[in-house]
C-alpha cells in the first residue's frame, strides 16, 4: 500500500486546520491508494506467475504484523491517558486478546 500520509503532501501546502488535513489526506488517497497500483491490478488480473504472488503474500504478511507494533510505538509517545485507551483497541485488532485472534489470525485486514 502507499503510504498516505502528511509527508505524502507536496511542500507548501497550507494546513490551516483538521478539516483542511483530512481533505488533503482523502485527496491523496483518492488518486494514490493500493487499488490503484499497477501491482494491484495484475495481482487481481490473474497476471502474475506463482513466485510473484508468493512475494506479495510474504510482503502483506510481513506488513500486516508490523502494524501492532507500530502501533504500540505510537501509543507510547501519547501523555494522555485517554488517547492511549482511545488507540489501544488498534492492537487488540490484529493481535487479540487473551484468549481470543486478532485480523492477523484471522487472515483478514
Known sequence: MIATSVFALKKGTPLGNADELEAALRGIGATRYH?????????????????????????RYYYQSSIPIKDAVVISRFRDRSIRLEWRHRIEDHDGDVGTEGALSAGSS
Open 35 to 59: 487499488n490503484l497500483h499497477p501491482f494491484h491490478k495484475l495481482l487481481h488480473g490473474g497476471k502474475l506467475n506463482k513466485g510473484q504472488v508468493q512475494a506479495w503474500a510474504l510482503n
